[in-house]
């Protein structure tokens, strides 16, 4: 029988309930009284001088109350970046301003010119087609390459160059794994693209800035992931607003997928502009906006080369990626293909020797960031095409050469400064075999070329680190923040229960999850428990949701808070009970003495603390109220096994994904339903980044793909129903739940497993020369690939 | 600046509109029904489906003017007269169809649309129709399920939870 209730059972949704009948509460349907709305008159070209902003005429158009441009913002911060990369010469990385306002220089098509605020957005916008702007477009980089080669036109004038930083890791490995090639008796190099992808949750961004001048308090409200961070950077570093005078709210969010975690100018602007005019001012993107304003994803264009030996054991891996920054650092651009990229890439297999290398470059296009995995799905994606080429190299079965190759023996330390401390690779890999049905396919096949259709089977191994991060490491590697996560466990009198967590919820289902752990410790029932998040004012510092972090880290903190309440609630208990409280038990929500028949319900204790007429006041103080800051000793390390099949048409190229199988590895689950959902989506945005999706900018750093009308997002027919397991469980060792997180390994999994059974689709037809197709596998790549 | 009357949810509803106002504006702005939501400019992603005249209709394509004397049904008004949750409504909470919630509202509106077209759609056909309606959460697979089982049919075969 499944479990109903507590760790491991899948109660339905609590949050569904508002989200079905449209009273959920996103920050577009928040409006304050007095509201004035602004719109952002932004960059057309991709690169030029701004000589003029001209409003003269546009600030005498109806409505309008004031027009804001960059002069606006010269005594003010620009937006913070959140880490600091050290090159492998031990130089920091190179660190431009970003102002909330262009200044000077437009960088990118997009790049905020003017902000009109006006009574209405339609004044605001009218207003905007009557500002005169004066632009002298300069040549723009787009492509990483050439904006790195001598003479190439520089993105900011005050940097040495485009490189933002030349990265190596570990550089005391090169001279090793250089060796290591020499003598090799295979070597497979593989060139490809880690396609340029734009997260779009379907939620658009919105902020809403408010001010009080009774308390001299701002509010901002946004579509955020974390919005303590946003408080922090946005109060500290760019508008100078202590944290007791800034309230920042994120409530419903309609997802975030990493793009919400940055903190953006359009935030800064509207808490600002607040201030100067002593009105709210609300500002929500169109999806227009959101493609030359969000942070984009992925773009890393990479060499990577694996070395055998004679017995096709893994013995070297060299990789050279360049990585797109953009035109300016988003807020944790730099640790994106380092720190997230680089200590993945051992993966799940003993290479003994690793040398990676990254060179960050500045372009002229909309800043890049993580996206749903962030660096991991980057590093998979090379690694796990660079192995399929390889077993094909070598004739020798593909799912056979990773088993040859797994790490086997836990805890591992790889070459690459990470430490796994649990895993069953094989375990995960047999799973898959079972749930694909392997067996089946060639008969499969059979069935597909009856009508005329290649099929294709593709596999691959995942690692992620996930659980981000321990404070202290990552302030070792550069990060400029702690990656702690709090919460505050208050019981209420009559026994119900407020969480108030750092961890946010969009989507992820927090407020049903949460509370089943609460439950499971206390024996109480989950409807008494309520989680509260996304509002500074009502919670500890708190860093937010992303990097599959938050049950790991923030459902830690909270089993930490909780174990101090029941100490404290057992005190309690043995003193209305006239026992030891070392005698005390909870169970079923009730406190026992061990060994009696004596007991007190939950409810009398937590009255007893609120009510403290009977109470033992020399030892203890009233109330039951608890706070943890949970810091993790060290990532988790989810992994598994995924596979695709593919039918490919010889006549068009069109690939269709037929199955999809994911075996994964996530420790303890606490709501089963919730974890599948959460591997399905990653899943749909994997192939949607493998046959879909590309981010283009033409040669003048024009976006090509700016709407939902040239950019391909996943449909529902373009997917099958997924086949997921995660019956394989090794559990983390290192926090009190044994969890490892599972919101990006769908996204990290994914996109190989894609392409390696398209390329098997094409050798199974005669193919054999077609060795890699880039993504997306559009049906007029996969066409030209057959056809070359 | 003119006024336009439609029924919206049972109830009749008036406002002035400029003749550039959507009908989702109009339902969103002047009505306070947020549950309509907009997730692009190029009438893509489906988030502000609702009923017009009992047809699913993209409330951003079309003029708050355009919907004069029209029966408009929201996601507001989907639920059943004692509050509880409808058949599409609950299916997408029993099978998991939904994450941050932002397509949602369209999801069901385009989800009753077709049951009440076809009441007993194939696998195929619901992909088909929800041509129209963006997910960047779920990767469909649980709103594909739910639409089954609000049809009726076993879903305890598709694979997990
Ligand atoms: S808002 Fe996207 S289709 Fe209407
Ligand atoms: S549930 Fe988030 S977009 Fe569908």
Redesign the pocket.
Same mark, same amino acid.
């Given at each position: 029988m499944p479990k109903d209730h507590g760790i491991g059972a899948s109660p339905k949704r609590r949050e569904d309930l508002r989200?079905l009948t449209g009273t959920g509460n996103y920050t577009d349907d928040i409006n304050l009284y007095g509201q004035l709305y602004v719109h952002f008159l932004r960059s057309d070209v991709a690169h030029g001088r701004l000589n003029k902003v001209d409003t003269t005429d546009a600030a005498a158009m109806p409505g309008v109350v004031r027009i804001f441009t960059g002069d606006d913002f010269a005594g003010v911060g620009g937006l913070p970046c959140g880490w600091q990369v050290t090159d492998k010469h031990g130089q920091p990385m190179q660190e431009p301003g970003h102002p909330v306002l262009a200044q000077g220089k437009v960088r990118h098509v997009g790049d905020p010119i003017a902000a009109i605020v006006a009574d209405t957005y339609e004044q605001a916008r009218d207003a905007a087609e009557a500002i005169v702007l004066d632009i002298e477009e300069l040549p723009a980089v787009i492509d990483m390459k050439a904006a790195v080669q001598d003479g190439a036109p520089k993105v900011h004038d005050d940097l040495t160059s485009n490189l933002c930083y030349d990265w190596g890791f570990v550089e005391e490995n090169k001279a090793a794994t250089d060796e290591a090639f020499k003598n090799a008796a295979h070597v497979t190099t593989l060139e490809l693209v880690n396609n340029r992808l734009v997260a779009n949750?379907?939620?658009p961004r919105v902020a809403v800035g408010d001010y009080n001048r009774s308390t001299d308090e701002s509010t901002l409200y946004t579509t955020s992931q974390n919005p303590h961070v946003i408080r922090l950077l946005m109060g500290a570093f760019v508008l100078g607003i202590p944290e007791h005078k800034l309230r920042v709210v994120a409530p419903d969010v +309609? +997802?975030g997928f990493g793009t919400k975690i940055f903190h953006y100018a359009e935030e800064a602007f509207c808490t600002f502009a607040a201030r100067q005019l002593k009105r709210p001012v609300k500002w929500t993107s169109t999806r227009s906006e959101a493609f030359m304003s969000d942070a984009h994803g992925r773009d890393h264009v990479t060499k990577i080369e694996l070395a055998l030996d004679k017995d096709n054991n893994f013995v070297a891996l060299r990789t050279e990626t360049y990585a797109n920054m953009g035109a300016y650092l988003s807020t944790f651009a730099p640790s994106v293909p380092t720190w997230l990229h680089g200590t993945l890439m051992a993966g799940n297999y003993r290479t003994p020797l690793i040398y990676v290398n990254v060179k960050a470059v500045f372009t002229n296009t909309v800043p890049v960031d993580a996206y749903r995995g962030a660096g991991r799905p980057e590093a998979t994606y090379q690694l796990e095409r660079v192995i399929d080429k390889a077993a094909r190299e070598l004739g020798v079965d593909p799912i056979k050469l990773r088993r040859q190759n797994f790490i086997t023996q836990f805890p591992y330390a790889t070459p690459v400064a990470v430490e796994y401390d649990t895993g069953d690779y094989v375990a995960t890999m047999d799973k898959l075999e079972q749930i694909a049905d392997l067996s089946g396919f060639e008969a499969r096949r059979k069935a597909s070329e009856a009508k005329g259709k290649l099929r294709g089977l593709g596999i691959n191994c995942y690692i992620e680190a996930c659980g981000i991060a321990p404070s202290n490491l990552v302030g070792q590697l550069g990060a400029r923040a702690g990656l702690y996560e709090s919460a505050t466990v208050r019981v209420n009198a009559t026994g119900s229960i407020s969480v108030m967590t750092g961890s946010h919820s969009h989507?992820q289902g927090h407020e049903t999850a949460f509370p089943q752990v609460i439950a499971e410790m206390l024996g109480i029932d989950e409807s008494m428990i309520e989680i509260v998040h996304g509002d500074t004012a009502k919670g500890p510092m708190g860093m937010g949701t992303y990097g599959s972090r938050s049950l790991a880290v923030g459902g830690s903190a909270m089993v930490r808070a909780t174990e101090k309440i029941i100490n404290k609630a057992k005190k309690i208990a043995a003193h209305l009970m006239e026992a030891s409280d070392a005698d005390i038990e909870v169970k079923d929500g009730k406190f026992h003495v061990a060994g009696t028949d004596k007991s007190v319900a939950w409810g009398d204790v937590t009255l007893a603390a609120y009510v403290p007429h009977n109470y033992p006041l020399e030892d203890i103080e009233p109330g039951l109220e608890e706070t943890a800051f949970y810091d993790p000793s060290n990532f988790t390390y989810p992994s598994g096994a995924y596979c695709c099949e593919v039918e490919v048409d010889p006549d068009t190229g069109r690939v269709t994904i037929e199955r999809f199988s994911a075996a994964d590895d996530f420790g303890n689950i606490i709501n089963p339903m919730i974890v599948s959902g959460q591997v399905h +989506?990653g899943i749909g945005q994997g192939i949607g980044q493998a046959l879909l999706e590309g981010a283009v900018y033409d040669d003048n750093g024009q976006l090509l793909t700016g709407s939902y009308m040239d950019y391909a997002m996943p449909r529902a027919s373009d997917v099958p129903f997924y086949t997921v397991d995660h019956s394989c469980v090794t559990p983390c060792t290192h926090n009190p739940l044994g969890v490892k997180g599972c919101g990006e390994a769908g996204a990290i999994g994914s996109p190989p497993a894609v392409v390696n059974a398209v390329i098997d689709a094409l050798h199974s037809a005669g193919k054999t020369n077609v060795t890699h197709i880039d993504m997306p596998l559009s049906p007029n790549r996969v066409w030209a690939a057959m056809n070359a | 600046m003119a006024q336009v009357s439609m029924t919206v949810n049972g109830k009749a509803a008036s406002g002035d509109v400029e003749g550039r106002t959507l009908l989702v504006q109009f339902l969103r702005e002047n009505l306070h029904l947020t549950g309509t939501h907009v %997730?692009c400019d190029t009438s893509q992603c489906g988030?502000c489906v609702v009923h017009v005249n009992g047809k699913a209709v993209k409330a951003c394509t079309m003029l708050a003017a355009e919907a004069e004397g029209a029966e408009v049904r929201t996601i507001e008004g989907m639920a059943n007269a004692d509050g509880s949750l409808n058949t599409v409504q609950q299916a997408f909470q029993d099978h998991h %169809?939904?994450? !941050? %919630?932002? !397509?949602?509202p369209g999801?069901v509106m385009s989800a009753s649309a077709l049951l009440a077209e076809n009441p007993n759609p194939t696998e195929t056909e619901i992909r088909a129709y929800l041509e129209g309606n &963006? !997910?960047? !959460?779920?990767g469909y697979h649980n &709103?594909v399920k739910a639409i089954m089982a609000a049809a009726g049919q076993d879903v305890s075969k598709i694979a997990a939870e």
């Open positions: 989200f949750p379907m939620e +309609g +997802g989507g +989506g | %997730g988030a %169809g939904l994450q !941050c %919630g932002f !397509c949602t999801m &963006i !997910c960047r !959460c779920t &709103i």
